[in-house]
Structures are given as C-alpha cells and as structure tokens.
Nanobody, 112 residues
Framework: QAQLVESGGGLVQPGGSLRLSCVAS????????MSWYRQAPGKERELVAL????????NYADSVKGRFTISRNNAKNTVYLQMTGLKPEDTAVYYC?????WGQGTQVTVSS
C-alpha cells in the first residue's frame, strides 16, 4: 500500500528555516517526479517545487525561488524541502505528491 508521510513542519519566526521530509513506503520513488504543494487557509493548493526522476532537474514557484530547495534521496525513498528566509506568507499546510498519491500534510507557521 502506497503511503507518504511528511514531517518537519512547525512554528518558526520570519527569516527562519525548516526542512521538510516526505518518506514514501509501499513503492519506490525512483521512477517518479516528486513535488511539494502547499495550501494556505482559504486558498487553493499550489505547486511549490518539483524534482524530476532522472537528472534531478528542479522547478520552483516564483514566490519561493532562491529560498527553497527541493532534493531527493532515492536510497532512502525520501524527498526533502529545505526552506530558508521564511515569510509569514509561507504559512500553509505542505504536502508531498508522487505517483498520484498525497501525504497527510505538515503544518508550517511563520510568525513572530
């Protein structure tokens, strides 16, 4: 049974950093592109970052370019999202998405 479990969210002050992890089980992530999305209260879910399966090419939403970095470790069946320079507008539930499956999400709150 395919399952994705995110972790690493929390409360952080503006300018701070967090590293999110998404561990997959029940299947190998190696053949798949992997993505992070986020959904803020009252807003639609939006794509934050994507990493390809081959070559590890990446793509980012304009709002996070230069601040967030997506990476993957196929041996650990895990995708990461390193977030730096966090802003209050980054507050959202963050989800990973791969092979048609969503994780349960992890809350990120940026507030002083």
């Amino acid at each position: 049974q395919a399952q994705l479990v995110e972790s690493g969210g929390g409360l952080v002050q503006p300018g701070g950093s967090l590293r999110l992890s998404c561990v997959a089980s029940g299947f190998s992530i190696s053949p798949y592109a992997m993505s992070w999305y986020r959904q803020a209260p009252g807003k639609e879910r939006e794509l934050v970052a994507l990493i390809t399966s081959i070559g590890g090419g990446t793509n980012y939403a304009d709002s996070v370019k230069g601040r967030f970095t997506i990476s993957r470790n196929n041996a650990k069946n895990t995708v990461y999202l390193q977030m730096t320079g966090l802003k209050p507008e980054d507050t959202a539930v963050y989800y990973c998405f791969v092979a048609g499956s969503w994780g349960q999400g992890t809350q990120v709150t940026v507030s002083s």
